[in-house]
């Protein structure tokens, strides 16, 4: 759950983008990104690094 918590400035930057029309700029979208990708590795990673293992 706590990594999870990550998210939530990433959900308000999207929220406040397409609800109220703010404008994005670059450098928010790459964070997004980068938090969603470490995100994504906290919570997969361990199952990609097992797959990976036994092939």
Do not use: D, K, W, Y
Not at 18 to 29: F, N, Q, S, T, Y
Request: aromatic fraction near 8%; charged fraction near 10%.
């Amino acid at each position: 759950m706590t990594p999870f918590a990550l998210f939530v400035p990433v959900a308000g930057i999207l929220g406040s983008s397409l609800i109220l029309g703010e404008a994005m700029h670059p450098i928010e979208a790459f964070g997004g990104t980068v938090i969603v990708l470490g995100l994504a590795l906290n919570v997969f990673g361990g199952r990609l690094l097992r797959r990976l293992r036994v092939q």
